[in-house]
C-alpha cells in the first residue's frame, strides 16, 4: 500500500514539473515574439521609400527620408532647384524629361553614372509623384548602430567640406563628359555672379576632345567662360574613377603670362639681333645652336637651312673649316684641340681672338658663358678697322721716318705738356732717347735736361710758360751755349691744340742752311727748250 502512494505522488510530482517546464517555454517563447515584433516597427519605418509630390510650384511634401536627402543637398535656391541639381548629374536629360512627363504619363529610369539608382514619375492631375529608390543596395533590412553611422556622417561631412573649400576647380564627368559633381571654385567659374545663375547639367569649361594625358602629366587647358568673362588658362591632371574620371584643374594665368611676357621678349631680342652687323650664335648646354642672327650665315657664309637646323658647335666649327673662315692649320688633330680649347675658354668667359683668314679679311671672334651652361659666340668684321689701324701705323711710322731724317733736333709737346715726338738729332744732340722711357715725359723733364747741358738762360722758363698757352701764339726763338761751348739756336713754334714745336740748330748747321737758302738759282732760257716759242 505505502508502495502505491510513493508510485502516485512521484508520477503527481514529474506531472507538475513537466507542466511548470511547459508553461517557462512557452512563456519565453511569447516573449521573444514580442520583442521580435517591436523590433519590426521601426526597421520598417525605416525603410520608408523616398518619395517627393510636386506641383507647379515645386516640391509640396515629402517622405523623411525624401526630407534628410534635400536637407543634405547643397547649395541654394528652392527645394526643386536643389533636387534637380541633385537629379542631373544622375540622371541624364531628367530636365528635358521631366518637362514631357504630362504627355508621357509616367517616367522610369534608371542613372547610368550610379548603377543600382531608380527613378520612377507619375503625372496625374497637376501633381507629379517621383519615387527614388536604390535598388543595388545590399543589406537594406540591416541595422547600423549609432556609434558606426556618426563616424560615416562625419567621414563625408570631412570629405564634403574639404572639397567644397578645396581652390582649384575639381570635377566629375562621366564617359561622355557630363559633368555629374562639381566643387565650389568650379560653381564660381560657371556662375561668377552667384548660384542663381546655376543652371544643371552644368557646362563643361573645359574641352575634352583633346586625349587626356596620363594621371602623373599637367595638361594646359584654356577654360571658356560663361556671359563673356575673359577666358583663363589652368594646368589640369585627371585621374580615373569608377564611372569616369575626375579632374582638377591649377590656375597657370600667372604662368602664361611670364611665358607671353618672355616670348615677346625674345622676338624683341631676335629683331634687334637682325639690324646687328655682328654675329651671333648662341650654343646650348648641349652645345647645339639654339638662336643665331642673319649677319652670322653673312660672315661665315653658312646657309640658313644649315644654321636652322640646329648644328652642334664642333658641326659649326667644321663647316666654317670647310668654307675656309677658320685660321688655317695644317694638323687636323691641332684643329681639334685648337676648337677644344675655344670651347673650354668661352665657357669660362675668357676667349677672344682674332683670326686672319686667307681671304683677305680679319675677324674678331669672342665667346661669352650664357644662364644654364650655354655659350654665346660674337663674330665682328674689324676687316676695315684693322685696314685703317695698319695705316695709321704707317704714316705715323712716315713721320717719324720724316722727322728722323732732319739734321736738326726736333721735339713736339702737346697742349698738356708731354712729349710726343722726338727724331733721332734730338736723342744724339742731348745724349738720351725719351722714347726708350716707359713713363711719362714732360715739359719740365725735358727743360731740366736741357737746362743740366746748357749754360744759364731765361728761355726755359718761358718756354714752360709758353706751352699750353692759348693767348700767344707766335714763334720765337733764343741763342743757347752748351757746357762744352758750342752755340745753339733754339726756336719755338706754336702748333695747333696748344701743342709746340722745339727745334735745336747748332750754329755751324744754321749757317750752311742760310747760305742754301740764299744760293742763287740757275736762269734756264725755255725759248731755245720750246720751238714754238721762237
Known amino acids: 500500500m505505502l508502495s502505491n502512494l510513493l508510485l502516485a505522488s512521484v508520477v503527481v510530482c514529474s506531472s507538475a514539473a513537466t507542466a511548470v517546464a511547459a508553461l517557462l517555454i512557452l512563456s519565453a517563447i511569447s516573449h521573444r515574439k514580442k520583442r521580435r515584433v517591436e523590433r519590426t516597427v521601426p526597421l520598417h519605418h525605416a525603410m520608408e521609400p523616398t518619395v517627393f509630390l510636386l506641383d507647379e510650384a515645386g516640391v509640396i511634401d515629402a517622405t523623411a527620408p525624401a526630407i534628410a536627402l534635400l536637407e543634405k543637398i547643397p547649395g541654394a535656391g528652392c527645394d526643386w532647384d536643389r533636387l534637380v541639381a541633385y537629379l542631373a548629374p544622375r540622371f541624364t536629360d531628367i530636365t528635358d524629361r521631366m518637362a514631357r512627363l504630362a504627355e508621357d504619363g509616367t517616367l522610369d529610369i534608371t ?18 509623384r517621383l519615387t527614388l529608390t536604390d535598388r543595388g543596395a545590399e543589406g537594406q533590412a540591416i541595422l547600423v548602430d549609432s556609434l558606426s553611422l556618426k563616424a560615416q556622417e562625419d567621414e563625408v561631412f570631412n570629405l564634403r567640406e574639404a572639397m567644397a573649400s578645396l581652390p582649384i576647380p575639381a ?34 569649361l573645359f574641352d575634352d576632345r583633346d586625349p587626356i594625358p596620363p594621371a602623373d602629366c599637367a595638361q594646359r587647358v584654356q577654360a571658356v567662360l560663361p556671359n563673356g568673362h575673359a577666358a583663363r588658362w589652368f ?5 580615373p574613377a569608377v564611372v569616369g574620371r575626375i579632374h582638377f584643374a591649377l590656375p597657370a594665368d600667372n604662368v602664361v603670362r611670364a611665358e607671353r611676357s618672355l616670348r615677346e621678349f625674345v622676338q624683341t631680342l631676335a629683331k634687334t639681333f637682325a639690324h646687328l652687323s655682328v654675329g651671333l650664335a648662341v650654343f646650348d648646354r648641349q652645345r647645339q645652336l639654339a638662336l643665331f642672327n642673319p649677319a652670322l650665315a653673312d660672315l661665315t657664309t653658312l646657309a640658313p637651312d644649315f644654321l636652322s637646323a640646329r648644328p652642334t658647335l664642333f658641326t659649326f666649327l667644321d663647316r666654317l673649316r670647310e668654307a675656309r ?8 688633330g691641332a684643329w681639334r684641340q685648337m676648337m677644344a680649347d675655344l670651347e673650354t675658354a668661352a665657357a669660362a668667359g675668357h676667349y677672344e681672338e682674332t683670326w686672319s683668314l686667307g681671304t683677305g679679311q680679319t675677324y674678331r671672334v669672342s665667346g661669352r658663358p650664357h644662364p644654364d651652361g650655354a655659350v654665346a659666340f660674337l663674330f665682328e668684321d674689324i676687316s676695315a678697322e684693322v685696314s685703317l689701324t695698319r695705316r695709321f701705323r704707317s704714316e705715323i711710322q712716315l713721320g717719324q721716318s720724316v722727322i728722323d731724317a732732319m739734321k736738326s733736333a726736333v721735339a713736339v709737346f702737346s697742349g698738356s705738356g708731354d712729349l710726343v715726338m722726338s727724331n733721332a738729332a734730338h736723342a744724339a744732340l742731348w745724349g738720351f732717347d725719351p722714347s726708350e722711357t716707359l713713363s711719362r715725359f714732360t715739359i719740365l723733364d725735358a727743360t731740366r ?18 706751352v699750353g698757352d692759348m693767348e700767344e701764339r707766335a ?26 714745336l722745339v727745334q735745336f740748330t747748332r750754329a755751324s748747321e744754321e749757317r750752311l742752311q742760310v747760305h742754301w737758302a740764299r744760293r742763287p738759282r740757275l736762269e734756264v ?10
Open 235 to 239: 594646368d589640369r591632371q585627371s585621374f
Open 449 to 466: 735736361n736741357w737746362q743740366a747741358q746748357c749754360l744759364p738762360s731765361p728761355a726755359w722758363g718761358d718756354l714752360r710758360d709758353f
Open 325 to 332: 673662315m677658320v685660321p688655317e692649320l695644317k694638323d687636323f
Open 525 to 534: 732760257d725755255t725759248s731755245q727748250l720750246d720751238p714754238l716759242r721762237a
Open 475 to 500: 714763334d720765337w726763338g733764343a741763342d743757347l751755349t752748351l757746357m762744352n761751348g758750342h752755340k745753339l739756336t733754339a726756336r719755338f713754334s706754336p702748333l695747333p691744340a696748344g701743342a709746340v
Open 171 to 204: 570635377w566629375r564627368t562621366d564617359d561622355e563628359n557630363t559633368v555629374l559633381w562639381a566643387n565650389r571654385a568650379y560653381l564660381s567659374l560657371v556662375a561668377p555672379d552667384g548660384d542663381e545663375g546655376l543652371v544643371w547639367p552644368l557646362p563643361a
Open 111 to 128: 542613372s547610368k553614372s550610379h548603377p543600382g539608382l531608380h527613378l520612377e514619375a507619375e503625372h496625374f492631375g497637376d501633381r507629379v
